[in-house]
C-alpha cells in the first residue's frame, strides 16, 4: 500500500461492532506492513481502546467511534475518535498488577496494555472530539540482521559472550516462567471484567426495553450480544417474576427461569456478580449476573454463561506464548554471539547518518534512522537524531491532519448548509418559524419545508445518528426522498414508510433516522402527522390554556426489521383540526438534554413552563425567546448535542381570513384600482363581487362576514400533560381501579374537572403501561413522584 494511504471506518459505539473492527484492523494493518506481531498487539491495543469508548465515552446515549489507519513512510498511525466526554488520559497511572490480580479493579490495565504494546500514544481533546493517535513503527527489511565479518576462534570476549547470553537466558527463562502465571491471572481478571461490563451494558440497555415491553428488541439484543461475545453459551434475560423474557435458546422464551444451584437472586443495590455452578451434565459455568434496575425498583436480571472451559483457552495461549518465547529467546541469545563475535565498524554507522541527514536535506522527509551498532557513542547520536525526526513527523502529521480535517469540516458545513431551507413558508393565517444551532461544526438535525398541494405544506424534523460527512450525506437523501414522496400525498404515515423503503438499502448499518413529518392543510386548517421513533410533538390549545404530547406511534427510519412490511405495521397517522391561538412546537432532543456546568438537563418541565408563558408571542419571538432561556440555563457550557425546532402557530380563522379578503377588495375599490385588478389581487370571483357589493350596500360591512357552520372539531386521541399527571395520581392512590372509575374521576373538581372520554383514558394507561390491574398494583408500589414523565 502506498504512502500516504487512509483506510476508516466509523460504527455506532455497541459492543457489537468490535468484531467488525478487529477485522478491519488486521486487514489492512497487514495490507500497510506490520508483521504478524504488530498486527496482534495493534488488534488488542484498538480494542482495549474502542471497548473503553463504548463502556464510558456515552454514558447511556447513542454514539459513534471512528478508526482511521493511515501508511506513513516509516509507521503506521492509528486514529480513534469519538464524539463522547472527555477523558484526562494522563490521569491514569501505571497499575500494580499484583494489587490488581488481588482486588479485581475495574479500569487502568486496558490503558497500561496499550502503552505497553504501541510505540507512540498520544491523546488530545479537539472541538469536542477525543482522538487517541498510535503510530506503530515498521520492521525494516534486514532491520534484525548484524554487520558480518571474519569468522575466528573463539576469544576471550566472545566466550565472556557466550556465557553472559546463557546465563542470561537462563534466568530470563526462569523469570519469565514465574511471571507468565502472575500473567494468566492478570488476564483471567480481564477476561471477568471485560465480560462483567458487556452484562452491565446489557442491563442498561434492557431497561427501556423492559419498560417499553418490548419483547422483540429484547430477543435481538440477546441474539447480536450472543453472535458478537464468542465464548458465551447463554444470555438469558428475565423480568422481576423470574419470567423469561429473553433466550438465546427461543424455545425456552417465556418459561420460568430455573435458578442453577449456587446463583442466587441479586437485590436491586448490587453489581454485577460472577457465580459459579456444575450443570448436570458435570459442566462447570461462570455465571455474570446483573440487576436490571430503574428508580431503584428491580425489574429483571440478566444471566450471561461462559463454560470454564472456555477460561482455560487463556492458559492455552500463555502456555505457547511460552514456547514461542522460548524458541525466540534462544535465537535471540545466538544473535548476541554473532553480535559480539564479528562486532561492526565505526564508519558505517557515521557514513549512514550522513545519507539520512542529506536526504531529509534534500527531500524534506522527516524519517527515522536505524543504526546497526553496538557503540554506545554512535547509538547515542542516532537516538538524539530521531528524537529530532519524531516532533518533526509529529509536527508534519498534525498540520497535514488538521488541514485535512479542516478541508471535510468545510466540506460537510456546507452540505448542511444547503440542506437547509434558506426561509420560512408564509402561509396565510398561520405564524411559521423556525431555528437551528449544531452542538458541533456539522450536526445531525435537520429540518425542511417543502409544498404537498397548492392548500398543503409539509413540514419535517429529524435527526440523524452520527456527526459529520456521514450524517449530512443521509440528510441529503432523507430530504430528497421526503420532496419525492410527499408530493400529492396527504397520509403522513405513507410517506415515512415510502422514505424509509427508498432509503433503506443506502443508510449504514447502525445509522438511524429518528423523524416528526407534519402535513399542513392550509385550506382546512387540518394536521396530518406521523412520528418515526422521534420526540412527541407539543401541542397548546389557546382556548383550553393545555399542553398534549402528540406521539404516534412509529419506529425510526433506517432500522432493519427484517420484514419491509413491518415498518408500515408499526407507524400511524393521526390528525387534528387548529383553532385560532393554537401552538405547535416540533423539536429534536437537543433542547431538553441541554446541560448546565452542574450537568442538569433542560427537561421537558421547563419547555412545557416555557410554552404556556410565551405562547402569546409571534413565532419569531418565541424562536428568539427560546433560544434565550436555553442559553441562561446552559451559561455557556457546552453542548454535545444539535438543537432544532419548529414553530407553528394559526393567528386566523378561515372565517376571518375571508373576511379580510373582501374588506380589502372594497379598499381596492375605494382606492379607484380596476375591478379586474382587484379581483386578480384578492383572488375574488366577479360573480361573487357582484353579490357581495349588493349585500354591502343594504347592510354595510358587517354583510361581508361568512356565512356558514363551524367545522366539525377532530377530537384528539391524546390527552393532554395535565390530564396525564391527573391519571397517574389516581392510579397511585386507587390501583384498583379501571378505566371507567379513572374517568369518573377526572371529572371530579378534586383532580381539574377534565371531560375526557374513557377510549382517552384507555389509549393513555395503555401508553404508560398501566392497562392491567397487576401493572397498576406494581406502579403504585413504586411511589412515583407526582407529575413524573411517561412519555
Known sequence: MKTGKTKKISVAAESKNLLKVRDFVVKYGKKMGLVTRQVSEVKLAVDEAVSNIIRHAYTGRPGSVQIELKKLESAVEIRIIDEGIEFDWNSVLEPDLYRYVETRRKGGLGIWLIKKLIDEVVYERAESKNILTMRVYLKLVGEAEVLRGEKGGLSIRARFALYAVALITVLIFVVYNIGTRYQIRTIRSKFIDRYTAVTEQVAQTSIDLLLQEDDLALANLVSSVKKSERPLEYVIITDADERILAHTEVQRTFGRYQRPRGVRSLSVNEEVTVFTYVARGGKEYNDFSAVIGYNKLKLGEVHLGIPEEKFAEVNDLITQRLRVAFIALFFWSTTIIGVFVLGSTFI???????????????????????????????????????????????????????????????????????????????????????????????????????????????????????????????????????????????????????????????????????????????????????????????????????????????????????????FKKLITSEKLR????????????????????????????????????????????????????????????????????????????????????????????????????????????????????AKRDKLGDEALKPEGAEEEEILLRHATHEQVKEIAKIVRQNPDYGVTRIARLLGAPEHGSHDIKESVVRRELIRMKLDTAEKREAFAKRALPTGASYK
Open 578 to 693: 387548529l383553532k385560532k391561538g393554537d401552538l405547535l412546537f416540533i423539536y429534536t432532543d437537543g433542547i431538553t438534554e441541554a446541560m448546565n456546568e452542574k450537568r442538569e438537563q433542560f427537561g421537558e418541565q421547563r419547555l412545557i413552563d416555557f410554552i404556556y408563558k410565551y405562547h402569546h408571542l409571534p413565532s419569531s419571538e418565541f424562536k428568539l425567546k427560546l433560544n434565550d432561556e436555553i442559553g441562561a440555563f446552559t451559561k455557556g457550557y457546552p453542548q454535545n448535542d444539535d438543537i432544532t425546532f419548529v414553530v407553528v402557530k394559526l393567528e386566523m380563522t378561515p372565517a376571518e381570513i375571508e373576511y379580510s379578503k373582501r374588506l380589502h377588495l372594497f379598499q381596492l375599490l375605494d382606492e379607484e384600482v380596476l375591478l379586474e385588478t382587484a379581483l386578480e389581487q384578492t383572488g375574488i370571483s366577479e360573480e361573487e363581487y357582484i353579490e357581495l357589493k
Open 348 to 566: 558505517s554507522p557515521i557514513r549512514k547518518l550522513a545519507e539520512e541527514i542529506s536526504s531529509i536535506s534534500l527531500t524534506g522527509q522527516a524519517r527515522e534512522l536505524r543504526l546497526a551498532t553496538n557503540n554506545p557513542e554512535i547509538s547515542r547520536i542516532g537516538e538524539a537524531f530521531n528524537e529530532i525526526m519524531r516532533s518533526l513527523r509529529a509536527t508534519q502529521g498534525q498540520l497535514t491532519d488538521q488541514t485535512r480535517l479542516r478541508r471535510e469540516l468545510q466540506l460537510a458545513q456546507e452540505i448542511q448548509n444547503a440542506l437547509l431551507p434558506k426561509s420560512v413558508p408564509k402561509l396565510e393565517g398561520f405564524d411559521i418559524d423556525a431555528a437551528y444551532r449544531a452542538a458541533l461544526e456539522v450536526g445531525g438535525d435537520y429540518y425542511d419545508f417543502f409544498e404537498v398541494d397548492e392548500d398543503s405544506i409539509g413540514i419535517v424534523v429529524a435527526d440523524v445518528s452520527g456527526k459529520g460527512i456521514g450524517s449530512s450525506m443521509v440528510m441529503t437523501m432523507i430530504r430528497t426522498s421526503m420532496r419525492l414522496e410527499s408530493r400529492g400525498n396527504k397520509r403522513a404515515s405513507d410517506v415515512v414508510n415510502k422514505v424509509n423503503r427508498t432509503s433503506m438499502g443506502d443508510i449504514k448499518k447502525g445509522m438511524y433516522v429518528t423523524m416528526f413529518y407534519v402535513i399542513l392543510d392550509s385550506k382546512k386548517r387540518q394536521v396530518s402527522y406521523a412520528s418515526a421513533g422521534h420526540n412527541p410533538m407539543i401541542l397548546y390549545r389557546d382556548g383550553t390554556k393545555s399542553v398534549s404530547f402528540l406521539n404516534p406511534g412509529g419506529i425510526a427510519v433506517g432500522i432493519d426489521l427484517g420484514d419491509p412490511d413491518e
